[in-house]
């Protein structure tokens, strides 16, 4: 069974760069897509963006200014980077895996359990 | 991009009861769209992609229909532990986007 877990720094001061990390066990990072989805409080779900084992991947339009995202293969692990933060990029934080159907479209299979970010000086 | 909108909001609705929350999206998306449930605390859970195919060890309790803009999440009797957030997504455009959530509650 496939289980993500995100971690890093739970506050972070506006301006600064928010970054998480994201440890993938029971399956490997290869061959896959992985990506970030985030929750502000009351609010919707956004994605943020995927990437491969391979480094290829794209993000939202609306954060691609600001997001960096990476992987580390040998670790089994997949980074988020989100710049210039501001206290509207507190949200929920939560890592995926993507998977295609049979179309060959990505949709994500598994998800991570979320981890609390908040943007604060 | 795509706005998916989901009904109801919320629901309340008893053990053994049948129920149905409806998707809609903005514009055609074939049948790209996942259904996930979440419970608080909990790691979201995929339930259905392409519409209609059930994730593995998803029990044949949950069912999703719909082609193009309009789709469905059925559970056909409702069970204590299927008291959860329901959300549909759309992977057919760019970015992938959310529905807003159907909170199933008990009555």
């Known amino acids: 069974q496939v289980q993500l877990q995100e971690s890093g720094r739970g506050l972070v001061k506006p301006s600064e760069t928010l970054s998480l990390t994201c440890t993938v066990s029971?399956?490997?990072?290869?061959?896959?897509?992985w990506s970030w989805i985030r929750q502000p409080a009351g609010k919707g779900l956004e994605w943020i963006g995927r990437?491969?084992?391979?480094?290829?991947?794209n993000s939202n339009p609306s954060l691609r200014s600001r997001v960096t995202m990476s992987v580390d293969t040998p670790n089994n692990q997949f980074s988020l980077k989100l710049s210039s933060v501001t206290a509207a990029d507190t949200a929920v934080y939560y890592c995926?895996?993507?998977?295609?159907?049979?179309?060959?479209?990505?949709?994500?299979?598994?998800w991570g359990q979320g981890t609390l970010v908040i943007v604060s000086s | 991009d795509i706005q998916m909108t989901q009904s109801p909001s919320s629901l309340s609705a008893s053990v053994g009861d049948r129920v149905t929350i409806t998707c809609r999206a903005s514009?055609?998306?074939?049948?790209?769209l996942a259904w996930f449930q979440h419970k608080p605390g909990k790691v979201p859970k995929s339930l259905i992609y392409?519409?209609?195919s059930l994730q593995s060890g998803v029990p044949s309790k949950f069912s999703g229909s719909g082609s193009g803009t309009d789709f469905t999440l059925t559970i056909s009797s409702l069970q204590p532990e299927d008291f959860a957030t329901y959300y549909c997504?759309?992977?057919?455009?760019?970015?992938?986007?959310f529905g807003g959530g159907t909170k199933v509650e008990i009555k």
């Open positions: 990437i491969n084992s391979s480094g290829n991947g």
């Open positions: 997504q759309q992977y057919f455009g760019y970015p992938v986007t």
């Open positions: 029971g399956g490997s990072i290869n061959s896959y897509y």
């Open positions: 514009q055609g998306i074939n049948n790209h």
């Open positions: 995926a895996r993507e998977y295609y159907d049979s179309s060959g479209y990505l949709y994500v299979d598994y």
């Open positions: 392409a519409a209609s």
